[in-house]
Each structure stands twice: as C-alpha cells, then as structure tokens.
C-alpha cells in the first residue's frame, strides 16, 4: 500500500468521523436546549414508527406508542351484553392500559410522597373520579376538529368516540395500501395516496394523544390535592410508561444511545483511538438504519425522501462497506492516537527486546561456527 493510498483512506475516515459527529453534536444540542418555538428535541419515535423494512414490527415497538398500543389506551371496555350502561360504574370501563399506567403512577406517588393511610384512600378515590371523567370523556366528549372535503377544510365538532373510531379505520386503511403495494411491487400509484394517508394519520394520532395526555395530566393534579406544603416541596412523582413487552429499551434512552453513540464514534474516528472497534460499530449502526427502511422499489418511499433516489443501494449502505473497509486497516496508526498507543505500549517493548536478543544470539552462532 503506497503512501497517498494511506492519504486517501485516513482522509476518508476522517470524512466519515465528522459526519458521525456533527450528527450527534446536533441531536446532544437539541436535548439539551429543551422544546423551544425554533427547537425540537431530537426524537428517534418518528423513524422507527415509520420503519418499512422486513424488521419493520421490530422497529416499530420500539417508538412505544404505536397505533395498537394508542389504541388499547382509548379503548374502553365493552358493555356485557344487556347491560344498562347506567348501572356500570364508570371507572370500570376505564381502558385496561391506561388504567394500569394510572395506578403504577399512584403506586409510585403514594412511596415518592410516603402518604399515611388515610391520605392513600383519598388519592385513590381522587384517581377514582378522574377515571370517571375520562370515561365520560372517551364516550360522550365532543371537540371541535378541522376535516378537509373537496371543497376545502371545514371546522365540526365531533364525538371523542368517532374521532377514536376514524383513527382505527384510517389504521386499517393505511395498512391496505401498504399491502397492495407490497403486491404490486411499488409500481402502484398508491405511493402519493399512501403518502396523504399515513399523514393523516399521524395527526389523528398526535391529536388523540394530546387530549389523552390532559386526562392524566388532570389525574396527577387531582392527586397533588392531598399533598401537604411539605410533601408538595419533595419534587414530583417519577413518571410511569407501560410500554409494550416488545419494547428492549425506553425511547429516551434509545434517544441518548443514538445521541452519544454518534459522537463517540466520531470522536474516534476523528482522533483515530480505537479506530477499528470505532468503524465496526459505526457500520452495525448504518446496518440498523438500512434494515429500518431499505430501498426496496416494493417497499413504500421513506415519509421524508432525501436527494435522488435509490434502488437496493442507500448511502447509509455505501457509507456502510466503507466503515468495513477500513476497518481492515491501520488507518489510526498511520495518522491518530492509536499510533501513541502503539508506541507507547510496554508489550511492543518487551516483543522488541526479545526480538533484538534472538538476533543478536543468532548472530554470535554465526560467527562461531
């Protein structure tokens, strides 16, 4: 390998490390300032929800709210059949899902505040109400949404329960088209369609989970009303996510692996240290980011297509086998740390000494004979 090859290869190592750096200084920065009017906090949710690869289900659970779990928290239980609604209590009917969120919260709010029995009944009876007017809310609520018409969009007042039901046949709908295109190989004019559906639904969705998300907002004020002065200054209760069973880790700390992930190995990279390890783990995470949407033409196109477009090869592939290739080399010795740390290494010393010594020793049975 001749010494400009040597150039060219340390040159794009450190392309790549900067790329992988830059991309996660970016996210760190977005954490870091908060939700702001001009920053939105890095969030992994909108990639994974919109995996489309042969791993997509994987994927998807790990966003955590998916539509099947969405919906499982605006369920509610179904009458017994000829039963009067009447004579169910409410907070029976109460979704499963959300009701366990709920009580893991209450849970955890009566240990974080160390309640006394008697302010332990009145939190439960409190949570008890709440789960009445959710229930309330989830059947016989109405809101004003916008619904567009060929005409143009319009502003009605709706029933929660057909605003939950739309949501569900826009689910299924979506999921149609997906189907139909996977059946036809994407040579279907259901790409535009799927396009306009799926952002719908992500709107059906995000709007059913703000609303959802005031109802327990409402529950964890209620609570605090059995609070002492005291008790209020202890901070507030850790919150409780009952995600899916399928979900390996929270989607915070997915967040902050991909965040801090990204800066060390292009710090690495950057730096040459650890330079091998560095590429083998850049290229298994541009695995995982080609598996979650890979550039099948009987897939459906990314929600967010970037520049050009791609069959079977992405660039997360190509950047990929190029992490790999130089993986096979020195290229931190040649220009990085991981030359002082050879260098500086005492086994490299002692395998010289003893090198030197089998030479010499060689050399003086050379001259005897």
């Given at each position: 390998?001749?010494?400009?090859?040597r150039?060219?290869?340390?040159?794009?190592?450190?392309?790549?490390?900067?790329?992988f750096?830059?991309?996660?200084?970016?996210?760190?920065?977005?954490?870091?300032?908060?939700?702001?009017?001009?920053?939105?906090?890095?969030?992994?949710?909108?990639?994974?929800?919109?995996?489309t690869?042969?791993?997509?289900?994987?994927?998807?659970?790990?966003?955590?709210?998916?539509?099947?779990?969405?919906?499982?928290?605006?369920?509610?239980?179904?009458?017994?059949?000829?039963?009067?609604?009447a004579?169910?209590?409410p907070p029976?009917?109460m979704p499963?899902?959300?009701?366990?969120e709920?009580?893991?919260?209450?849970?955890s709010?009566?240990?974080h505040?160390h309640?006394?029995?008697?302010?332990?009944?009145?939190?439960?009876?409190k949570l008890?109400?709440?789960?009445?007017?959710?229930?309330?809310?989830l059947?016989?609520?109405?809101k004003?949404v916008?619904?567009s018409?060929?005409?143009?969009?319009?502003?009605?007042?709706?029933?929660?329960?057909?605003?939950?039901?739309?949501?569900?046949?826009?689910?299924?709908e979506?999921?149609?088209?997906?189907?139909?295109?996977?059946?036809?190989l994407?040579?279907?004019?259901?790409?535009?369609?799927?396009k306009?559906?799926k952002?719908?639904?992500?709107?059906?969705?995000?709007?059913?989970?703000?609303d959802?998300?005031?109802?327990?907002?409402?529950?964890?004020?209620?609570?605090?009303?059995v609070?002492?002065?005291?008790?209020?200054?202890?901070?507030?209760?850790?919150?409780?996510?009952?995600?899916?069973?399928?979900?390996?880790?929270?989607?915070?700390?997915?967040?902050?692996?991909?965040?801090?992930?990204?800066?060390a190995?292009?710090?690495c990279?950057?730096l040459?240290?650890?330079?091998?390890s560095a590429?083998v783990?850049?290229?298994?995470?541009?695995?995982?980011?080609?598996?979650?949407?890979?550039?099948?033409?009987?897939?459906?196109?990314p929600?967010?297509p970037?520049?050009g477009?791609y069959?079977?090869?992405?660039?997360?592939?190509i950047?990929?086998?190029?992490?790999l290739?130089?993986?096979t080399?020195?290229?931190?010795?040649?220009?990085?740390?991981?030359g002082?740390?050879?260098?500086?290494?005492?086994?490299?010393?002692?395998?010289?000494?003893?090198?030197?010594?089998?030479?010499q020793?060689?050399?003086?049975?050379?001259?005897?004979?």
């Open positions: 390998m001749n010494n400009l090859t150039v060219f290869l340390v040159l794009l190592r450190l392309a790549i490390g900067w790329h750096f830059f991309e996660g200084w970016e996210k760190f920065d977005s954490l870091r300032t908060g939700p702001t009017t001009i920053n939105r906090p890095f969030t992994s949710a909108s990639y994974l929800k919109e995996a690869g042969p791993f997509a289900d994987f994927f998807r659970n790990q966003a955590g709210d998916t539509d099947e779990i969405v919906l499982e928290r605006l369920t509610v239980v179904p009458l017994p059949s000829g039963q009067d609604s004579q169910i209590p029976t009917r499963p899902r959300l009701a366990q709920w009580h893991a919260y209450l849970t709010f009566i240990d505040y309640l006394d029995s008697q302010q332990a009944v009145l939190a439960g009876k008890e109400q709440r789960e009445d007017g959710t229930v309330h809310w059947l016989e609520g109405r004003k916008k619904k018409f060929p005409t143009g969009t319009v502003e009605v007042e709706e029933p929660t329960a057909q605003r939950i039901q739309d949501y569900r046949d826009k689910i299924a979506v999921k149609e088209m997906q189907s139909k295109l996977l059946k036809s994407g040579k279907d004019v259901l790409h535009e369609k799927l306009v559906a952002a719908e639904l992500n709107q059906m969705r995000t709007d059913l989970l703000v959802l998300n005031e109802q327990t907002e409402f529950a964890k004020i209620a609570l605090e009303d609070l002492t002065t005291e008790q209020k200054q202890q901070g507030q209760a850790p919150e409780i996510h009952q995600a899916s069973e399928k979900v390996i880790l929270p989607l915070a700390t997915v967040d902050y692996l991909v965040t801090f992930g990204l800066i190995i292009g710090a990279l950057l040459g240290l650890f330079s091998r590429c783990a850049g290229a298994v995470f541009l695995l995982l980011l080609y598996l979650a949407m890979p550039p099948f033409p009987w897939l459906p196109d929600p967010r970037t520049e477009h069959l079977f090869v992405s660039k997360n592939l950047e990929m086998i190029a992490l290739a130089l993986a080399t020195r290229s931190g010795c040649w220009a990085g740390l991981d002082l740390l050879q260098f500086l290494n005492p086994r490299r010393w002692r395998s010289s000494q003893k090198s030197e010594a089998r030479r020793e060689s050399g003086e049975l050379t001259y005897h004979r």
